[in-house]
């Protein structure tokens, strides 16, 4: 007798309980070997004062059984909320996006009847590490954090599973025109890890024009890899052009636990009306068994499912005149691909798992050489608002701590002082950067002097970030203009 694989499973909010039982009904009948531990989430939780949403025993079931099926949850609207989705896979490590994208023409309408893309995107920080500060009356921040070794580990997540489900390119997206630090690190590690896997066809597309290439002509791409808010974007994009969002499945792999969801919400309007399609949700469901190591189960399964969409058995949200033969509810789609199980596809491609490859993941490199790090300035931010730019810098010029002095003033990032143009628009933010000669050496007691000193001409400072070089290379930004 097979040993049952524990999971633990959450049905969700507004379709999501519907969805979760057809998914349940039908890898349960085509034999999935699963011991089911049934969670708590979503918008009662939260409404019970649980800010996570999710109950202390749920985090216990997952921590235990390392395999988390989640139905869509309704995060209540209004602040004070945090992202369940994002908490659990930050919590739980989980740093790999997979969200495969295919198509199923002639049976699904779809102007790309050859896309088979998969995108893969990094799940824990970018601008989703949800660090955000309002620091004046009218400018607010979000931080964009990007690590080394957040980027090595997606990175080469992404050319494993090229190189482990035959796929033949890996294309990077990114923004490092702009963002020449955070989306440039992601780049170079993208190069550098690239190298080592000679057999994949690389390349690298600037994310505005990759969408627009990525939605034009879809069958041109593979495996695409990306950060964080890229990836979540162009991954509803690709989905939707592939036939609907609503059939997509994804999975959330972090070295010891995942999760696997739909990726559409949970659609509040339609439920309990008995017409959500459980498609997506049944497609984690498969990548889940896949993952566990049941592979003719899942095979059973997607097999099963695309002979029903090619007999035309659909619902509501695929149905298409002249295609479809049947419009059918939650219910009567589930026994249909249950009625299926064991039979093959004449027109859309069968599937076969096979046991995976190994995958070589990412590793702690213990003896990484650290760069030789120098402190050369300040970047002092301001809340003010009671003249030009060039009365801020006759002001601040007067500054000063040691070494440190007066070097540029910049409003959202474009220079206004010294030499700024009239017309630039300025709010009440300003950074006032700070910085010494090129030989001189700035120590930290420079910068608790130079704030005194800005506090005490009448200036609101409101953060600062030290400017470093690293191996002599700038560690902070140039200033546009």
Same mark, same amino acid.
């Given at each position: ?202 390349? =690298?597309?600037? +994310?505005? *024009? /990759?969408?627009? !290439?990525? &939605?034009?002509?879809?069958? $041109? ?65 498969? =990548?889940?068994? +896949?993952? *566990? /190591?049941?592979? !003719?189960? &899942?095979?059973?399964?997607? $097999? ?178």
């Amino acid at each position: 007798m097979i040993e049952k694989t524990p999971i633990s499973v959450a049905y969700g909010d507004g379709i999501g309980p519907e969805i979760m039982e057809a998914t349940l009904k039908i890898i349960l009948a085509a034999g999935a070997s699963i011991e089911i531990e049934t969670v708590e989430i979503g918008e009662k939780v939260y409404l019970r004062g649980i800010e996570t949403g999710m109950e202390p025993s749920a985090w216990d079931s997952l921590r235990r059984t390392r395999v988390f099926l989640k139905a869509p949850i309704t995060t209540p609207q209004g602040g004070g909320y945090k992202s369940l989705n994002v908490t659990t896979r930050k919590a739980l490590g989980l740093y790999a996006n997979v969200r495969p994208c295919i198509s199923y023409h002639p049976f699904i309408r779809t102007k790309h009847p050859s896309m088979n893309i998969v995108i893969i995107r990094e799940n824990e920080e970018d601008l989703y590490g949800g660090i955000e500060h309002r620091q004046t009356e009218q400018v607010y921040q979000c931080l964009k954090l990007i690590t080394r070794p957040g980027s090595e580990k997606i990175i080469r997540y992404a050319f494993e599973y090229a190189r482990t489900n035959n796929r033949k390119k890996v294309t990077c997206f990114v923004k490092d025109n702009i963002m020449k630090l955070t989306d440039g690190l992601f780049h170079k590690v993208f190069d550098e890890i690239a190298g080592e896997y000679p057999d994949i066809v690389n390349e =690298m597309w600037i +994310v505005d *024009i /990759g969408a627009a !290439k990525l &939605a034009d002509k879809p069958e $041109n791409f593979d495996v695409i890899v990306t950060p964080n808010l890229y990836g979540d974007i162009l991954s509803d994009v690709a989905a939707q052009i592939a036939g609907s969002v609503g059939l997509a499945g994804s999975a959330n792999i972090g070295d010891q636990c995942a999760m696997f969801e739909a990726i559409h919400g949970s659609a509040p309007r339609h439920a309990g009306q008995n017409v959500a399609n459980p498609s997506g949700l049944l497609h984690a469901a498969i =990548m889940m068994l +896949v993952h *566990i /190591g049941q592979y !003719k189960v &899942a095979t059973r399964i997607f $097999n099963a499912w695309l002979k029903t969409i090619e007999d035309g058995i659909h619902t509501y949200d695929i149905y298409n005149e002249g295609i479809s033969v049947q419009k059918v509810s939650t219910t009567e789609f589930t026994d249909a691909i249950i009625r299926r199980l064991g039979e093959m596809p004449k027109v859309l491609k069968p599937v076969s798992y096979e046991s995976s490859k190994p995958m070589i993941l990412w590793k702690k490199d213990e003896h990484h050489k650290k760069s030789i790090k120098r402190l050369v300035g300040v970047d002092v931010f301001l809340d003010w608002e009671r003249g030009s730019p060039d009365d801020l810098g006759m002001a601040l010029s007067k500054v000063s701590a040691g070494p440190l002095k007066l070097h540029v003033i910049t409003n959202r990032g474009i220079k206004v002082w010294p030499n700024g143009l009239p017309e630039t628009f300025c709010t009440d933010h300003w950074r006032c950067r700070f910085m010494g000669n090129d030989d001189t050496i700035i120590q930290p007691y420079h910068l608790v002097e130079l704030l005194k000193h800005v506090i005490e001409a009448g200036f609101d400072c409101i953060k600062t970030e030290n400017l470093y070089l690293f191996d002599g290379i700038p560690g902070f930004s140039a200033v546009h203009g």
